[in-house]
């Protein structure tokens, strides 16, 4: 992240296109501490507005490594890069950090926020508080095509969480 990041209100984001940042491009999902923590790649969530609160959701199966840090703390991040970090999110979605040093093999930065952590190189961060989780239920599909997505019934956890922290390039 350059020097000129600021934190902000995300209404007021001038760049932020969450078709175009999750699904194309897509994002970190962060969560731990600076003793622990993983990451890993998502092109499936969402950003928007609940109960009065800005707020993101994340998808996550329930084999990540990253579904654990998810579960044991209180906060999560979503941390968005320009399109020549692709690579670096490609490989954080193909690698557990079960079996491989994320950190070492990308080279990214990790900044210890109070609540998260996130990636210097980001050019967007959210920093969420977990408000809440659900497991996807298969028995609530209405369009029953959803669930090719899971041949092996592992139905992913939803998690909402508040955006509490909005960081954005200047
Ligand atoms: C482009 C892309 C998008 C992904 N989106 C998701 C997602 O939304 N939810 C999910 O559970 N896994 C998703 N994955 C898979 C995880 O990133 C992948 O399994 C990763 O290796 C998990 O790492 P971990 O075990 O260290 O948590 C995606 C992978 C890629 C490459």
Not at 94 to 116: A, Y
Request: aromatic fraction near 16%; hydrophobic fraction near 35%.
């Amino acid at each position: 992240m350059s020097e000129m990041l600021k934190e902000i209100n995300p209404k007021n984001s001038k760049n932020f296109n969450p078709y175009k940042e999750i699904g194309e491009k897509w994002m970190l999902v962060t969560s731990g501490t600076n003793k622990k923590f993983n990451t890993m790649t998502a092109s499936w969530g969402g950003v928007g507005v609940l109960w009065n609160k800005n707020v993101s959701f994340v998808f996550i199966r329930p084999q990540r490594y990253t579904f654990e840090f998810l579960e044991n703390n209180e906060y999560y991040s979503l941390s968005f890069f320009d399109e020549k970090y692709k690579p670096v999110l490609a490989k954080c979605g193909q690698v557990s950090g079960r079996d491989v040093d994320k950190i070492k093999e990308t080279g990214l930065n990790p900044v210890f926020d109070d609540k998260s952590v996130y990636f210097k190189e980001a050019k967007n961060v959210l920093i969420c508080k977990k408000i809440y989780s659900q497991f996807i239920d298969p028995q609530c599909f209405i369009d029953v095509s959803i669930q090719k997505n899971y041949e092996k019934n592992d139905y992913h956890k939803m998690y909402i969480g508040e955006i509490v922290k909005y960081i954005e390039e200047g």
